[in-house]
């Protein structure tokens, strides 16, 4: 007959298989548990990425129904609330009426790959966004002419993510809806070309005296000058009569890109970096 093991001892052996138990079973215990809570952490943040996504979206202009007649009034409306009443009254400027060496002007100046492109230049996004954060402030925002209609007509001036997102996700809208022809007609008539003055045809009158179909390349590119800061470099460029070393640096690239694409002539290109741009300037401050 074997020995009688004592009610304590077995106890104890009860505890000690159950603590090894536990010891063995812990990792797996442990990886449940981490896989409830992760799980649990990834549905909650999801349930709120979801609510910001639908408020997101539901908060956008509603342009996928919109044709170009309907940009165009929402354009002269944005035109006529940001003049403050002091410069000349835009008029609106069909791009059928424009000379192609104006129209090309700015476009090199400004965005060379507009008639590429699908609204948005990526490459040149991510390169801005490094720039930015490198100086820690937002200096830059690579947008093409796309994106400076739909912020223009659709958006504020503020430089937020927000803002940011909401101007890609329209632009890709609206290069959906017009043809490059028709953004760019809204371009042209939408900026800023000085001093409460918006566009191309108040800028060929007022520095040109001329209609937008007589405009040259020269007269296009100092135009483009302009851009994007119209305020500041009419004072600079052409009531002070100063063109500074990297504007005359960035008219003589853009006239050398008109050249390259057959736009003008050698001939031409000769001229027009001696042209008489302060022809109708006002006399030089001194």
Not at 57 to 77: G, H, N
Not at 200 to 222: H, L, Q, T
Not at 268 to 274: A, G, H, L, S, V
Request: charged share 25%; aromatic share 12%; glycine share 4%.
């Amino acid at each position: 007959m074997p020995p009688k093991v004592p009610a304590g001892f077995q106890d104890q052996l009860a505890v000690f298989k159950l603590r090894a138990l536990r010891i063995i079973t812990w990792p797996w215990r442990a990886f449940r548990k981490i896989c409830y809570y992760v799980g649990l952490i990834v549905v909650i943040i999801g349930f709120i990425l979801s609510l910001i996504g639908f408020h997101f979206f539901s908060t956008l202009p509603k342009i996928e129904a919109l044709k170009f007649e309907d940009f165009k009034a929402m354009a002269q409306k944005r035109t006529s609330e940001r003049r403050q009443g002091k410069g000349p009254k835009p008029v609106w400027i069909p791009i059928s009426k424009v000379s192609k060496p104006y129209l090309y002007s700015i476009v090199t100046s400004e965005d060379a790959q507009f008639f590429d492109h699908d609204g948005i230049e990526l490459d040149s996004i991510v390169a801005s966004s490094l720039n930015n954060l490198r100086k820690r402030k937002v200096e830059s925002g690579a947008s093409t002419l796309s994106q400076q209609v739909v912020k223009n007509i659709f958006l504020t001036p503020e430089r937020t993510i927000s803002r940011k997102l909401r101007e890609l996700v329209l632009t890709t809208r609206m290069e959906e809806r017009l043809s490059k022809n028709e953004i760019l007609e809204l371009y042209l008539n939408l900026i800023e070309v000085g001093p409460d003055m918006y566009g191309i045809g108040v800028a060929a009158e007022y520095y040109f005296r001329k209609k937008p179909s007589e405009i040259n390349a020269a007269e296009g590119a100092f135009i483009a000058l302009m851009l994007p800061s119209p305020r500041k470099f009419h004072y600079m460029l052409f009531e002070n009569r100063n063109l500074p070393r990297d504007k005359a640096r960035k008219l003589r690239r853009v006239l050398s890109d008109l050249l390259v694409q057959d736009f003008i002539t050698h001939q031409q290109y000769r001229e027009y970096i001696r042209y008489p741009f302060f022809k109708y300037a006002p006399k030089a401050i001194k």
